[in-house]
């Protein structure tokens, strides 16, 4: 079975670069058609997909987001991160990583969620 975690500071400063990791075991990010996502949630608000990294290093991003938004990955470390600078409170919520066949969004397996608080 896949597992998914996240990783990286519950804390970032206004206009500072917010950084994840979501560590992948039981399956690799480079197993054929997959596709790893980021997805957060700002309270009281709905999930918000922000981009995926495909199973050859494809990227795509919400275009909401495109301009402040990188997804790497790091495959001796079955890794991918998530960078997003310029953050604003708005940019507040719990965020996920999540792994779909395709670049749908009917994912198979999520990590746990990682609460980000953007606040000085």
């Known amino acids: 079975q896949v597992q998914l975690q996240e990783s990286g500071p519950g804390l970032v400063k206004p206009s500072q670069t917010l950084s994840l990791t979501c560590t992948v075991s039981?399956?690799?990010?480079?197993?054929?058609?997959?596709?790893w996502s980021w997805i957060r949630q700002p309270p009281g608000k709905g999930l918000e997909w922000i981009g995926y990294i495909g199973y050859s290093g494809d990227t795509d991003v919400s275009p909401s987001l495109k301009s402040r938004t990188s997804i790497s990955r790091d495959t001796s470390k079955n890794q991918f991160t998530l960078q997003l600078s310029s953050v604003t409170p708005e940019d507040t919520a719990v965020y996920y990583c999540?792994?779909?066949?395709?670049?749908?969004?009917?994912?198979?397996?999520w990590g746990q969620g990682t609460q980000v608080t953007v606040s000085s």
């Open positions: 999540a792994v779909a066949p395709g670049s749908s969004k009917s994912y198979d397996y």
């Open positions: 039981g399956g690799s990010i480079t197993t054929n058609y997959y596709y």
